[in-house]
């Protein structure tokens, strides 16, 4: 049996086959089974094949999860953001589910006099990833610095370097699958279970590291962002059976390192109205995929500080047997509140599973406390 790549969100890739003595040739499944062996069934696929990360649409509005260096990359002096992401609601019954929550700080390094406003940054990031009947999922807690360097006396640009360290749990409950053996002959699936299941929970450290470049003209109001990062450089184990199999004849499963670019701008277009190109590219063992589009930033106030922001997204991807399609579209609409941000965006997959269409929610919320206006390190959107 093989689970279809288009099954699968960005992204898991598929090595080898999981074969497990879980049922004898000759069991037949019930069909009170089979709301819970299908979700179970391609869990033990899922345990052999390689995880890969979650990602955001709006990822400039969960920037710790794409780039460490991006901690502190905002106008204030503290940022508080949080992210929620619904995907395929309406083709699965337990749909995948993703929480990002971060808190990050910034301060002036040097002296107040300097003509080098150096910055120094610490942040941060809870984020939880949820899918399926079995609730499989991943929780990771880190923490990250950044230091903001100066270039010139004039600080139009700036290179942050940035480090993060975290520890990830992966989680199922097996409380939600039953096996034929459970059958009482009567009631129903009471009876406890022959099977050898792992332990339903591990840990392991994760660590990334990233650069950002911004050059922020003050004669101009055109800005440039560009950055790069590599997470899990280390390649963690991410099996569950292989730490419970001491003879090592299940695989070892190792996350392999992403390897992300970032690229924006910020281009005056008209009075009030500003067009922001965005492009985020993502590489993970043999998956590619590239969000590129951009944002149109209008002002709405004379008075005060009210933006809306309209954009689109095209996300071509890179499949786990080299082949190339165009995955989603993305439709971005956020609004700006003097240091309040709120953005919404929907992905509209193009194809289909299960005979429903694919369809991805988001919502982002950030506040920056002790707002400034003076300096542009990171694109809000």
Known sequence: MKISAKLLPFGYSMKNSLHLPLFHSKTLISMSMRKYFYPFLCFLFLLDLQAQDQLFSQFYSAPLTSNPALTGAFEGK??????????????????????ASALDLRWRMGKERSRYHDHAAVGVMFMQDKAGAINFSSTRIAV???????????NTQFLSLGFQAGVVQRNVNFGNVTFE?????????????????????????DYS??????????????????????????????????????????????????????LSAQVPIADKINFLPRAIFDKQDNHMKLDVGGNFRMGLSDYRTVS??????????RDFDNSYRLDAVVALVGIEINNVLIGTSYDIFLGKTAGFKRGTFEMSVAYL?????????????
């Open 308 to 317: 809306l922001h309209l954009g689109s997204y095209l996300r071509p991807v």
């Open 181 to 205: 053996d459970q059958f009482n002959g009567t009631t129903g699936y009471s009876d406890p279970t022959g099977e050898r299941l792992p332990e339903n929970n591990f840990s392991f450290g």
């Open 369 to 381: 406390g002790d707002y400034e206006d003076d300096l542009i390190l990171c694109p809000k959107f």
């Open 144 to 154: 990250s610095g950044a230091y903001h360097k100066a270039l010139d006396i004039n």
């Open 78 to 99: 503290f940022r508080v953001s949080s992210i929620y992401r619904d995907q395929w609601r309406k083709a699965l019954e337990d749909p995948y589910q993703t929480f």
């Open 209 to 262: 590291v990233g650069l950002n470049y911004v050059f922020s003209p003050k004669a101009s109001k055109i800005r440039l962002f560009a950055g790069g990062a590599i997470h899990h450089f280390h390649k963690p184990t991410v099996s569950f059976y292989h730490r419970a199999d001491k003879d090592a004849t299940v695989p070892n499963s190792k996350l392999a390192p992403r390897y992300s670019a970032q």
